[in-house]
């Protein structure tokens, strides 16, 4: 086994065993109490997952084991002095837990590099499909075929014992990861670049040789493929494509079908879609202008507008964070660095200064700070990469780093299959009558 792995086993071996202790002392203490509008609108707010790669902070935002991005800009190895810290270092940071030196992250991009051979049958399922197919529609196609490389499902043929699931996990895990970047970039330039492909460029790292593949050979887009890829990584356990994946997973389905699945619910307009909807709308408040320097009172008008409309402002509000997101700011730190002069850029740092006032105005709204959608489209499309519907696709190269992380210790781990219990309408009416329970097992 490769260091990371013989690294990963030896921590969930011990985390195992504590988890074991604190269910035999504490398994039968409760966490909070539910609410019947909790069960009716989305389970905000239950507790009822362990992710151990991250942890969501309604004021501090998002920490990959206990680290924020700011402390992992400055902490994790990167691949020039100074620059954006490589994913492979996150990575390993998630999967085992503790920051990795240069070389362990040196031995990750090695590790991915030799394992992101694509079979071709998945490049002709891509093919098969119309070209005006949506790009997360030919991703998620793409990772269905290359299920038939599954590791654990072979061996689960055989009849693996359990507490060596997490063995071929592990292996599909690394494969997965290593291949996104070459599925992604074939769709990329089939769909845009005249199906003129780039081979991958094997002394790249993973977020480098994505941008290469891509057919961007600048080097600050190379570092925002890096930073891009750190900071949409994971966002703890319970949104949408990050419960999928464990939910499916937890069926010991292999990490091609719970990771696809995963994609599906980051398609949705209400998740990874987001950052798609905020440069349209940017796009098309520009053409209502007909200005690409809009000024703060015309960006509050058509802010009014669009709520007054029954539509909401995209890149705004969050379920749990109440501050700015910091994976926002890191961007705009970025764009300063990168490009203070964009005009496209300019316009976010516009709204930024607009919509949350508005929005406190209106006195509904939780958290009317921008998300990390309602910065990344006008950094990429800086760069010229213009084709706001592959934005979700880059999302999903990067969250795969995360889902699957969490996928190796679900399986670690032996977590059960998820089974929450459901209930209907007319047992809720029959409980406030008092003739009955509704809290069964």
Same mark, same amino acid.
């Given at each position: ?34 609410t019947?509008?909790q ?26 084991r ?11 190895p ?19 837990g503790?920051l ?14 030799r ?9 002709q ?26 590791n654990f499902?072979?061996e ?8 060596d ?13 290593a ?52 900071i ?6 319970? #949104? =949408?494509? +990050? &419960?999928?994946?464990? /939910? ?6 292999d990490? @091609?079908?719970? !990771? ?48 007054a ?18 994976r926002?700011?890191?961007q ?10 964009d ?25 009317p700070?921008? #998300? =990390?959608? +309602? &910065?990344?489209?006008? /950094? ?7 084709? @706001?519907?592959? !934005? ?20 670690a ?12 309408t ?11 329970e509704?809290?069964?097992?």
């Amino acid at each position: 086994m490769g260091s990371i792995k013989e690294k990963f086993k030896e921590k969930a071996d011990i985390a195992a065993a504590e988890i074991k202790d604190l269910l035999k002392e504490h398994g039968t203490k409760t966490i909070g109490e539910v609410t019947l509008a909790q069960v009716y609108q989305g389970m905000r707010g239950i507790t009822g997952l362990v992710t151990e790669t991250s942890l969501l902070d309604a004021q501090e935002g998002i920490r990959f084991r206990g680290y924020s991005i700011p402390e992992l800009q400055a902490k994790l190895p990167s691949a020039i002095p100074g620059g954006e810290p490589l994913p492979e270092g996150l990575f390993y940071l998630m999967l085992i837990g503790e920051l990795p030196t240069v070389e362990e992250v040196q031995d990750v991009t090695s590790i991915l590099q030799r394992r992101s051979h694509v079979p071709t049958h998945v490049f002709q399922t891509i093919d098969a499909l119309p070209i005006n197919t949506h790009p997360m529609t030919m991703f998620v196609t793409a990772v269905m075929a290359l299920q038939t490389e599954s590791n654990f499902a072979k061996e689960y043929s055989k009849g693996i014992n359990k507490k060596d699931y997490w063995n071929p996990m592990f292996d599909d895990a690394m494969d997965l990861i290593a291949r996104l970047p070459r599925i992604a970039a074939y769709i990329y330039r089939r769909k845009y670049r005249n199906n003129e492909h780039i081979q991958p460029n094997g002394l790249l790292d993973w977020a480098g040789n994505l941008a290469h593949m891509m057919g961007f050979n600048d080097e600050s887009f190379k570092e925002l493929m890096r930073l891009y890829m750190t900071i949409h990584a994971d966002h703890e356990g319970g #949104n =949408v494509s +990050a &419960h999928t994946t464990h /939910l499916v997973g937890s069926a010991l389905s292999d990490p @091609y079908l719970s !990771y696809a699945a995963g994609m599906n619910g980051l398609a949705g307009p209400l998740h990874g879609l987001a950052n798609q909807e905020v440069i349209k709308w940017i796009f098309e408040m520009q053409e209502k202008l007909q200005t690409e320097e809009p000024s703060a009172e015309q960006i509050a008008q058509y802010v009014k507008d669009t709520l007054a409309g029954g539509k909401v402002v995209p890149g705004y509000g969050h379920a749990v964070l109440r501050k700015t997101d910091p994976r926002f700011t890191a961007q705009m730190e970025f764009g300063k660095k990168h490009m203070p002069d964009d005009k496209l850029v300019n316009t976010v740092w516009k709204v930024y200064e607009t919509v949350p006032p508005i929005l406190q105005s209106l006195g509904k709204i939780k958290n009317p700070w921008p #998300n =990390v959608d +309602a &910065h990344s489209g006008a /950094l990429l499309v800086h760069y010229g990469l213009l084709e @706001y519907e592959f !934005y979700t696709v880059l999302f999903a190269v990067s969250r795969a780093m995360g889902v699957l992380a969490s996928l190796c210790w679900d399986r670690a781990l032996g977590f059960a299959i998820e089974r929450p219990k459901s209930i209907t309408t007319e047992s809720v009416k029959l409980w406030l009558e008092g003739k009955g329970e509704i809290w069964g097992d």
